[in-house]
């Protein structure tokens, strides 16, 4: 198993900033990429940004400029930061990571974190 923990989630005011975590654990061998997903009620999951191994990012236009992700592959663990936050960036935040298992013959995981909710209101 897998297993993705979330933390950082909370009450902001609009322009205000909060910085999730979400650190994987289990057998991992290694992980390819990550990514940090959002979801406001009634409406589609949609994906926030990206980063692989490597640290290439991608980020949808809503939060470029005002978003970052990062990882720290010795603790397994992305991160996002965001700023400049306002009431359309409330949501259910999950985070995502795929790799290998660790094993004789290593084999691929996807895995999602618990979700965080993020609520930017005065």
């Known amino acids: 198993q897998v297993q993705l923990v979330e933390s950082g989630g909370g009450l902001v005011q609009p322009g205000g900033s909060l910085r999730l975590s979400c650190a994987a654990s289990g057998s991992i061998s290694r992980i390819n990429n990550m990514a940090w997903y959002r979801q406001a009620p009634g409406k589609q999951r949609e994906l926030v940004a990206t980063?692989?191994?490597?640290?290439?990012?991608n980020y949808a236009d809503s939060v470029k400029g005002r978003f970052t992700i990062s990882r720290d592959n010795a603790k397994n663990t992305v991160y996002l930061q965001m700023n400049s936050l306002n009431p359309e960036d409330t949501a259910v935040y999950y985070c995502?990571?795929?790799?290998?298992?660790?094993?004789?013959?290593?084999?691929?995981?996807?895995?999602w974190g618990q979700g965080a909710q993020v609520t930017v209101s005065t």
């Open positions: 995502y990571a795929n790799g290998y298992r660790s094993g004789y013959l290593e084999t691929l995981f996807q895995s």
């Open positions: 980063i692989t191994s490597a640290g290439s990012t």
